[in-house]
């Protein structure tokens, strides 16, 4: 370690050395790179900006589409009709009547059951 830490210094007691002989022309370049590098470091624009409107853009659309998609509440038809379990029973409609008036069969298996 000692030997790394001797060669280190050297080099930059060797670059401080040279520094100070550079000539005004120089040492003015030098400083206009080092202005323009910070100058560049600190005008970098936010990287989270594109991802902020891309996570915006899509949470819009998605809103949208949740608005602008038709969602059927007005009549939900959960039984089929009687003319549809006729088909599929083989029974007559009138038969199937008695399921028109199930809710009152249920009410009086409860009051009277």
């Known amino acids: 370690m000692a030997i790394k830490d ?3 210094q050297r080099v930059k007691q060797q670059l ?3 520094l100070d002989n550079l000539d005004a022309t120089t040492l003015a370049k030098l400083n206009n790179a080092r202005q323009h590098a910070f100058d560049v470091k600190t005008n970098k ?8 409107m891309g996570v915006a853009g899509v949470g819009a659309l998605a ?23 006729q088909l599929f029973a083989g029974t007559d ?4 009547e ?3 008036d199930l809710e009152f069969y249920q ?7």
């Open 63 to 85: 809103l949208l589409v949740v608005i602008v998609t038709p969602i059927n509440v007005q009549n939900p038809t959960p039984f089929a009709s009687l003319e549809q379990l």
């Open 93 to 96: 409609v009138e038969e199937l």
């Open 45 to 52: 624009k936010p990287v989270a900006l594109p991802w902020g």
């Open 107 to 113: 009410w009086l298996d409860k009051t009277h059951g």
């Open 16 to 18: 401080d050395d040279s």
């Open 6 to 8: 001797t060669f280190q």
């Open 98 to 100: 008695l399921f028109d």
